[in-house]
């Protein structure tokens, strides 16, 4: 453990109403150097993934205890993988610019699949409603029986539109969203739409070996997802060799309300 970190300050100055959180590095843990993570969820004891490039863009399903892979299930070639969410026993994979999501069972077992009205980038689910992000600085939510959109929330801090949202995970009734080549995790009211804290991860790809020809503004920060017997986060990114697990202060996250008076 390092102690509560907030992070470097690198939000620009209209950014200043929400304030950087507190985290704590709990542990680090090992993933899948070669997966391009778009999606990242855990299921009880297993941990779901999604991965993305056109020709290598998968499922997979392993055991959180082991690691050992349960499940795997490949997207046609002219497909790019985006972000999963579990829904009962229906476990969904978003696609990039391919227009659907496509629907499986807990054994990646194909049973159907739906349109979308826009890019497929996130998913997470809030016990009630699919929630999507298509990478602009809106968040689209999908009934979660019919898969049809019912409804959109426009993601601002202080007044300013927060673009580029990426892999979601609802936790403590809360959004959480990566932001797209940046370092940074948005905390969101999901009734406002306003940032109620950043999460500034900046200094985690710094803990791990970068090999030769990595490169930067492919391989950044994408996947939360909540633990649940701690409530800690885990969160890695594209091509990283570790998964990181964090201790969020949930004290140091603002009350929307007198945030954005």
């Not at 610019?97 to 194909?110: S, T």
């Not at 580029?164 to 009734?191: C, H, K, M, T």
């Not at 970068?210 to 994408?222: F, H, K, M, S």
Request: overall charge negative; proline content about 4%.
């Amino acid at each position: 453990m390092l102690g509560w970190w907030m992070g470097q300050t690198l939000l620009p100055a209209w950014a200043a109403a929400a304030p950087l959180a507190r985290w704590e590095l709990i542990a680090e843990h090992p993933h899948d150097r070669s997966a391009f993570t778009q999606g990242l969820t855990i299921d009880g004891d297993r941990l779901i993934e999604g991965t993305g490039l056109y020709g290598q863009s998968r499922l997979l399903v392993r055991s959180r205890k082991t690691g050992q892979l349960l499940f795997t299930r490949s997207l046609p070639e002219d497909q790019f993988g985006e972000g999963v969410a579990v829904v009962g026993e229906r476990i969904i994979q978003l696609t990039w610019m391919n227009g659907i999501a496509h629907v499986f069972d807990r054994e990646l077992r194909p049973l159907s699949r739906f349109r979308l009205s826009s890019e497929g980038w996130g998913l997470t689910f809030d016990g009630t409603r699919l929630i999507r992000s298509d990478g602009s600085s809106k968040l689209r939510f999908h009934d979660a029986r019919n898969y049809t959109e019912i409804g959109t929330l426009d993601v601002t801090d202080n007044g300013r539109p927060i673009a580029n949202l990426n892999e979601l995970e609802f936790i403590d009734g809360q959004i959480y969203a990566n932001v797209w080549l940046s370092d940074r995790i948005a905390i969101i009211d999901p009734a406002s739409g306003h940032v109620r804290a950043w999460l500034d991860l900046t200094t985690l790809s710094s803990r791990f070996k970068q090999l030769p020809g990595w490169d930067a503004r492919e391989a950044v920060l994408n996947g939360i997802a909540r633990i649940p017997e701690n409530g800690h986060l885990l969160v890695t990114g594209k091509l990283w060799p570790l998964m990181f697990e964090l201790a969020v202060d949930k004290t140091s996250i603002g009350d929307p309300v007198s945030l954005h008076r």
